[in-house]
């Protein structure tokens, strides 16, 4: 695998699952994004990571929880969503916090 | 606020034709610009980006992109559009919150190729 992967690709989930979007970056990077991209919006930044360690988290309700273990891996554990919380998810990563951010293909959610 | 405009929503240009998409920021300082390139169901990938220097910018699929200080500027050009182009365009601008990179996007540009 190179560059930024993320699984599942779909995922169609009811508003009392709990579910978790994993990304995996093969680029050697230290930060990690999550963004959100919702129709006729722009991408949103939800949370970034930089060695690990969360340095932002942009208002983000507490139903969307990040949890980076490592520098190559980043999770973002769902729970009780609504439906507007239907999105495409896409995750990102840098190799550094100022430089440039690689975009992975993305989680189609769907929330019911 | 910052913020980033893309006022073409949609753009529908012939196989073979020239491109231009607009992209207007709002900061006070020199940002990182950058334009981005997603197709139907995929990721974003990136085109060309600008940190400083020549205000010409080379990037890949035969971009490039012109930064206009005085207009605030930075729009996405080709001299002569592909079929495989059709796709959705956003531009951003980085900026630096205490050495973090935050990129801001704008709406995006949806890209139409007719035969």
């Known amino acids: 695998e190179t560059g930024v992967t993320q699984t599942p690709r779909h995922l169609v989930m009811g508003m009392t699952n709990k579910k978790s979007l994993k990304c995996e970056q093969h680029?050697?990077?230290?930060?990690m994004y999550w963004y959100k991209q919702s129709a006729k919006k722009p991408l949103e930044l939800m949370f970034v990571y930089s060695l690990e360690e969360r340095v932002e988290n942009n208002s983000v309700p507490s139903r969307f929880s990040p949890e980076c273990p490592n520098s190559s891996h980043l999770f973002l554990h769902l729970h009780t969503l609504q439906p507007e919380d239907s999105a495409l998810y896409l995750c990102?990563?840098?190799?550094?916090?100022?430089?440039?951010?690689?975009f992975g293909p993305g989680t189609r959610l769907t929330v019911l | 606020a910052q913020s980033v405009t893309q006022p073409d929503i949609h753009i529908t240009v012939s196989e073979g034709a020239s491109l231009e998409l607009r992209c207007n920021y709002s900061?006070?300082?020199?940002?990182?610009l950058f334009w981005y390139v997603q197709s139907p169901g995929q990721g974003l990938q990136l085109l060309l980006k600008?940190?400083?220097?020549?205000?010409l910018v080379q990037g890949i699929k035969g971009f490039e992109a012109e930064f206009k200080r005085s207009q605030s500027s930075f729009n996405l050009r080709k001299p002569s559009v592909h079929w495989s182009d059709a796709a959705e365009y956003f531009c951003a601008v980085g900026l630096d919150s205490g050495g973090y990179n935050k990129l801001i996007f704008g709406a995006g540009t949806r890209l139409a190729v007719h035969p």
């Open positions: 600008y940190f400083s220097g020549d205000t």
């Open positions: 680029l050697g990077h230290n930060a």
């Open positions: 900061y006070g300082a020199t940002p990182y």
């Open positions: 990102a990563s840098s190799q550094g916090l100022g430089d440039t951010q690689y």
